[in-house]
């Protein structure tokens, strides 16, 4: 009998011999977060982390080479592995949990999975950038500010806080990123602050004046740099890291507006967990991150700001870390959030 | 038929055995509901669900439409006229299957977008928005439609022409002929398309967050990623499963019991082609709009970034092979588990059709229906409670892999036992084999051709999986998908390019087998 799929049934067996010669020949290729050559045999703690490797890596490294233990990082979105770990529950393979975005970490806590971190962790970060009850610490800050391009617009036009970006003089000259989570949380921040009211007002009035939509901060960077827009409201230092690749004459500058929330810290933040069985090993990788080095990395490779007591920001980071708002509890109440992206929706933003 | 006969009891407990393990994730949806069932009913209940639903469901006909739309014309243009190049244009016009909607959609926004490409060619200030709808459903439509064309054209090749000749002795007009005598033919297998594409609609998550269309699976997200509510997602998960069994339904009232047997291969004479005199102008220019805007366009500026990519060295050719060679492993084995599944529930429909293996079929559909993360998050609540030494290894993601593609391996098998008449097997029953015998010895050979389709559709939908890859392989391990995913989370275009390339050309591999399906003169 001819039959008139014996190619593809060819295929499917180069496929699976090709496939059962990886599986067998080499057992199946992982990397190590950072890529570093010379990983440590003895077994450590596994991180999720909703940071992706270029911005824990050497972190991690660092960690590997001083405690002489392996960390085993998976990399996932933060939302999603704040989901996992709370369908894990006690059997969790995590150790810590490394959370991009300060929602994640706090729900995690709210299913009870977060340890209490000893107190001399919690010492090393300033309390305003740790959760009261102890189960998470910040360990970078990510400040909201305006960025402009300063071969079109002076510094001194900027208005104190992004409220004065209704005026008519910026219409179609702003960016922004209604769909991005540090948005939503920045427009959390300014209901917490000024009420529903007012903050559906800034929205609905930014729509008016004819805000443009990017997906995110690195296209709103991207097209100020080019002179397609004037400013737009994003993460420091994504500008900054673009200077550090660029060189100073990079066009696009940042202001933190000093008015009102007008620059707000957000934080990445790392947790251990409770069903964790080497959590004085996830102790000290905690402790690691906020270690000088680890802080002097983290600032200055992705220039966010180091969070632990002592720790000095880049010198590009002119606006001291104190001079910049957190903030309160409210960011963390998780339901807000979702009122957030209605209030976005109804105002026409999202 | 033999609608009578009770199917074999080893056929049904494999049949039981697949459906279980694709209910799974369903299973789980209903554990979380059933936690919180008022907080569940009053999620699915809300009018922002009804909203999204009425939403969802717009964008699922809009992209089942404008597919059939293309595939149709396409389809026929390369089987049954003298389109010129028409063998080359069946294979362009299938490869935009290997573009993930992630990465569809991040190009179309690249292009189309404010302040794309498009934009600062053309020099204006602003281009009509893609984002929402529009931009869904162009994305949608571009990279699912060859779940329509495959099957058609496999369909177009086998139809007898005797009936249309016949038609057309009584002096109908090529049109007419098509439309009364070619067209109810292809029902069937276009309503079995259209489902694959419906699913896949309303399970996507790539393309609608990236341009920001809120379907369900975008609303499940933001219940996760702002509310962190899980008995919210499940619930909304749980109306896409209700969903699904409406499409199934659908779908079946059209493919109907019509099926149209032959008696076996090699009994057909080939059509001859229409030719398209002057028309053939607009047939190369409509195949070359579709070519080009859903493959020339994106993998054109995959490689300028790539270009970029490679002269900033940021990618290791070794680093590539291996992300390639897991991405292999993974999908062949999904393939391979897919389509021996897929047979057990294809035989009992097709050969056995009773209550038990019509749910057979419909739960073997419900992890398709879902998007990765609910599939992913399934599997993590039960591995982890029943199974915890398989919890992230190679067999579980094969397993999920296996489970959420599962569907795309059953139509093809589906169609391969519909079109071969049962009397083969009667025959050899009569002949005094047995049930099983004649299951491997005519059944397995019948359905090879089905089950490879299949294999090569699961194959390429698992080289693009994304996000249940990052939940529940084993820690450490990478794929192209997850590499790409690294890269643009960070807004690294260039680097993510080349994974993407590679990704590409592997995909491509069964996707032009797939195009050439049953090409070979019998």
Not at chain 1, 266 to 283: I, N
Not at chain 2, 153 to 178: H, K, N, W, Y
Request: with cysteine.
């Amino acid at each position: 009998m001819n039959h008139p799929l014996s190619q593809p049934q060819r295929l499917l067996a180069a496929l699976l011999v090709f496939a059962a010669l990886v599986l067998g020949g080499c057992g199946f290729s992982t990397e190590d977060s950072g890529g570093g050559s010379n990983e440590p045999e003895t077994e450590g703690i596994t991180l999720y982390s909703g940071r992706i490797p270029a911005a824990i890596g050497p972190a991690v490294d660092s960690y590997e080479a001083e405690a002489d233990r392996d960390v085993k990082v998976r990399f996932a979105e933060t939302a999603d592995l704040a989901a996992t770990l709370v369908e894990e529950g006690d059997a969790s393979p995590a150790d810590a949990f490394f959370a991009q975005e300060p929602g994640a970490i706090a729900a995690v806590a709210e299913a009870g999975l977060l340890t209490k971190l000893p107190q001399n962790i919690l010492d090393r970060v300033p309390p305003r950038y740790r959760d009261p009850g102890g189960r998470w610490v910040g360990v970078t800050g990510r400040a909201r500010v305006i960025a402009y391009n300063k071969d079109v617009v002076m510094d001194s036009e900027l208005p104190p806080s992004p409220f004065g970006l209704t005026a008519p003089k910026w219409k179609d000259r702003v960016g922004w990123s209604p769909a991005s989570s540090s948005m939503q949380e920045y427009v959390t921040a300014l209901r917490a602050r000024y009420g529903d009211d007012r903050t559906k007002q800034w929205l609905e009035e930014m729509v008016g004046n004819g805000a443009v939509s990017f997906p995110d901060n690195v296209t709103i960077r991207d097209a100020i740099a080019k002179g397609e827009i004037d400013v737009g409201l994003i993460n420091h230092y994504y500008v900054a890291q673009a200077i550090s690749e660029e060189g100073p004459d990079y066009p696009v500058a940042v202001y933190f507006p000093p008015g009102g929330l007008g620059s707000l810290m957000l934080l990445t933040s790392v947790g251990v967990l409770e069903s964790s069985d080497r959590k004085p090993e996830a102790f000290a990788f905690v402790r690691s991150l906020l270690s000088d080095k680890s802080q002097q990395f983290f600032t200055s490779s992705s220039k966010e700001y180091p969070l632990a007591k002592g720790a000095k920001p880049d010198p590009s980071l002119s606006v001291p870390v104190n001079q910049i708002p957190v903030s309160d509890s409210s960011l963390v109440d998780l339901k807000e959030i979702q009122g957030t992206i209605e209030l976005m929706q109804e105002s026409g933003a999202l | 038929v033999l609608g009578a006969r009770p199917a074999p009891v080893w056929l049904l407990g494999a049949g039981a055995i697949v459906g279980l393990a694709a209910v799974l994730p369903a299973a789980y949806l209903a554990v979380v509901i059933f936690g919180d069932f008022s907080a569940a009913l009053e999620t699915a209940l809300s009018s922002r669900a009804l909203a999204t639903l009425l939403r969802t469901a717009a964008l699922t006909a809009a992209v089942v439409v404008t597919s059939v739309a293309i595939a149709l014309p396409i389809g026929w243009l390369t089987v049954r006229t003298d389109l010129p190049g028409r063998r080359l244009w069946a294979v362009l016009c299938t490869l935009p299957l290997v573009i993930p909607s992630y990465v569809g959609a991040y190009l179309l926004v690249a292009a189309l977008g404010p302040n794309g490409m498009v934009q600062e060619a053309l020099g204006v200030n602003r281009l009509p928005s893609i984002y929402g709808f529009t931009g869904a459903w162009l994305v949608l439509t571009l990279f699912t439609y060859p779940l329509v064309l495959i099957p058609l054209r496999a369909t177009l090749r086998r139809i007898d022409p005797q009936l249309e000749d016949a038609a057309r002795a009584m002096g109908r007009s090529p049109l007419e002929v098509f439309r009364t005598v070619v067209l109810p033919q292809l029902w069937p297998v276009i309503a079995a398309g259209s489902l694959l594409v419906a699913l896949f609609t309303i399970s996507d998550f790539g393309a609608v967050s990236i341009l920001r269309f809120r379907s369900f699976t975008s609303e499940i997200y933001i219940a996760y990623q702002s509310s962190f509510d899980r008995v919210a997602a499940a619930a909304l998960g749980g109306v896409l499963v209700v969903a699904m069994l409406a499409l199934l339904f659908a779908s079946s009232r059209v493919r109907g019991a019509k099926a149209v047997h032959r008696l076996g291969p090699g009994t057909l004479r080939p059509a001859p082609p229409y030719r398209l005199g002057r028309w053939r102008w607009p047939a190369l220019a409509f195949c070359s709009l579709i070519v080009l805007v859903a493959f020339a366009l994106p993998v054109g500026v995959l490689i300028y970034w790539a270009s970029k990519g490679i002269s900033t060295g940021s990618t290791s050719l070794n680093t590539i092979a291996a992300l390639g060679g897991n991405s292999l492993l993974i999908a062949a084995w999904a393939a391979a588990i897919g389509a021996i599944a897929a047979l057990a529930v294809a035989a009992l429909v097709v050969r056995y059709p009773s209550p038990a293996s019509r749910l057979i079929e419909r739960l073997s559909h419900a992890g398709y229906a879902l998007p990765g993360i609910l599939v992913a998050l399934g599997l993590v609540f039960f591995a982890t409670r029943a199974v915890p030494a398989l919890y992230q290894t190679i067999a579980l993601l094969v397993f999920a892999m296996t489970i959420h593609y599962l569907p795309l391996a059953i139509g093809p098998t589906a169609s391969s036992l519909l079109q071969l008449s049962p009397r083969i097997e009667e025959a050899a029953r009569g002949m005094g084999r047995g049930q099983a015998e004649v299951f491997r010895t005519i059944t397995i050979p019948l359905a090879r051709g089905g089950m490879m389709a299949g294999a090569a559709l699961v194959f390429l939908h698992a080289m693009k999986e994304l996000t249940v890859t990052l939940i529940l392989s084993p820690i450490g391990f990478k794929t192209l998908a997850t590499d790409i995913w690294t890269q643009t989370t960070y807004g690294f275009y260039e680097a993510s390019a080349i994974p993407a390339l590679v990704l590409l050309a592997v995909a491509a591999i069964p996707v032009y087998l797939l195009s050439e399906q049953g090409a070979a003169p019998p």
